[in-house]
């Protein structure tokens, strides 16, 4: 009930790019068409403006020149700038029409421009003042004793096409939005309908189809989110058949010990209690099964620990050869009772920097392991090499067994893989020993790896870094 409602409070991916497109276009629209507005209004003004002046300016310098020619000459030259759109009047102080002659007449109010003229720098400069729908020149003249010189440029055409142009504006602005609204639809349809696709795919995983394959290659973040979650089904999956072979392997292993132990300590109760000898290699039994469950929990645990990195690395300068040799020499009642020969070929005082303690987990697993499945010759060849170029030791351990096939080089790294083989195992293994050994090689950021051919044997082999004796620890 609760995830409903949280689900019902949440907002729709498809609502939220629609109302993002639209605001997005709407700001665009209106910030680019408003600057565009003032631009053409501003530029519109100026050059009517600019006109004007230089019209006015023109007729000043005309009549100024022509004062002593005929009034038909001045008539003349004004009416030729009514074909810009600029009427001109030359008034007298009265408001009558003195040029061009012939006018019909001027309905202005001469007592504004009076007004206006004599509150400019002493009526020698001209005035530029709107009204009515025009913008206006207004002058003083030293014509027939004093007049004033009225210049009219009707701006009404402009204003027209500024609405115009403010209407195609609106027009353009509705059809972006609408466009935009359309565009965000169907990104956000095509959006969702890969996460729906990828949703609808999840809950089937989640119900154990793991055949299940995550597709959408449409968009790059939705094939890498794809690629996760096929790798998230594949590592379930893994983790499944893991869980399916621990449940095997260790129920066999516990089951194993546990019922030898069981049937021997009945033995010793009903038939060699009184028998020092029996009792005795009874009792041995008893020791060795508990000895292996002892090692198959420890096994488990550290498993967990070095999974959870709760167990941390200490790293240390230490001698490797010298520690080589200690745990090879662990091994040496297998030569005594068994008839096994170790070669070796290791270098003196090679140090490196790691966990001792955790090293040697990896070399002892990696010796028994080859021990395990060391051919007929039971021999076991230990190498151990500096490279000087690089400054790297190279650890290898091969036996003469029967090999490892290519497609189960990678899964003997993983927890309860065993090779399909029949073989004596003098050293008693869990079964989790080369997974400790990935573990611990993995934290140390060592490379590690193995080299195997069918009826020829396996190398198992890791690099560990060349370091002084007396490096100096952080």
């Known amino acids: 009930m609760k995830f409903k409602k949280r689900k019902n409070q949440l907002n729709s991916i498809n609502r939220i790019l629609l109302r993002h497109f639209i605001l997005i276009s709407l700001l665009l629209v209106v910030l680019i068409e408003l600057i565009c507005f003032l631009i053409v209004s501003g530029t519109t003004k100026t050059t009517a403006k600019e006109k004007l002046i230089r019209v006015g300016n023109e007729v000043v310098a005309f009549v100024h020149d022509k004062e002593d020619v005929n009034t038909e000459a001045i008539t003349e030259y004004i009416n030729g700038h009514r074909q810009e759109g600029i009427v001109v009047y030359i008034l007298s102080p009265k408001g009558e029409v003195y040029l061009p002659s012939g006018s019909p007449g001027w309905n202005g109010d001469i007592e504004e421009i009076a007004e206006k003229i004599n509150g400019s720098d002493k009526g020698f400069s001209p005035v530029i003042y709107s009204k009515d729908n025009s913008l206006n020149y207004a002058v003083y003249l030293q014509y027939k004793g004093g007049s004033y010189l009225v210049a009219t440029y009707s701006i009404s055409v402009f204003n027209s096409a500024l609405r115009s142009l403010l209407f195609y504006f609106i027009t353009v602005g509705v059809i972006v939005i609408l466009l935009a609204a359309l565009v965000s639809l169907n990104v956000s349809q095509k959006l969702t309908s890969g ?43 893994k983790s499944g058949d893991f869980q399916r072979d621990l449940l095997a392997n260790v129920s066999h292993d516990l089951k194993t010990p546990l019922t030898m132990i069981k049937a021997y300590a009945s033995m010793i109760r009903e038939i060699s209690g009184n028998n020092p000898e029996k009792r005795d290699k009874h009792l041995q039994v008893i020791i060795d099964e508990a000895d292996r469950l002892t090692g198959l929990v420890n096994d488990v645990l550290n498993v967990s620990k070095l999974t959870s990195n709760l167990d941390e690395i200490k790293f240390k300068v230490f001698n490797l050869t010298e520690y080589l040799y200690g745990i090879i020499n662990k091994f040496e009642y297998l030569q005594e009772t068994q008839g096994y020969t170790f070669m070796v070929d290791i270098d003196p005082n090679l140090y490196t920097r790691a966990d001792e303690e955790k090293i040697g987990q990896v070399i002892y697993n990696l010796l028994g392991n080859a021990v395990n499945y060391t051919g007929s010759d039971k021999t076991v060849y230990i190498s151990l090499k500096l490279n000087l170029s690089d400054e790297r030791i190279k650890l290898s351990i091969r036996d003469t067994g029967k090999g490892i096939a290519k497609d189960d080089l990678q899964d003997i790294w993983n927890r309860y893989y065993r090779v399909k083989e ?53």
């Open 195 to 237: 996460l729906k696709n990828l949703s609808s795919t999840a809950v089937r995983f989640s119900k154990g189809d793991f055949n299940v394959e995550f597709e959408n290659a449409e968009y790059q973040e939705l094939a890498s989110l794809s690629d996760t979650l096929n790798s998230v089904r594949d590592e379930v999956k």
């Open 422 to 474: 029949n073989h004596q195992r003098p050293v008693k293994g869990t079964g989790l020993g080369l997974n400790i050994v990935k573990i611990i090689l993995k934290n140390h950021s060592f490379d590690y790896g193995v080299e195997s051919e069918l009826d020829k044997g396996s190398t198992f082999w890791v690099d560990f870094p060349s370091v002084p004796e007396k490096m100096e620890e952080n």
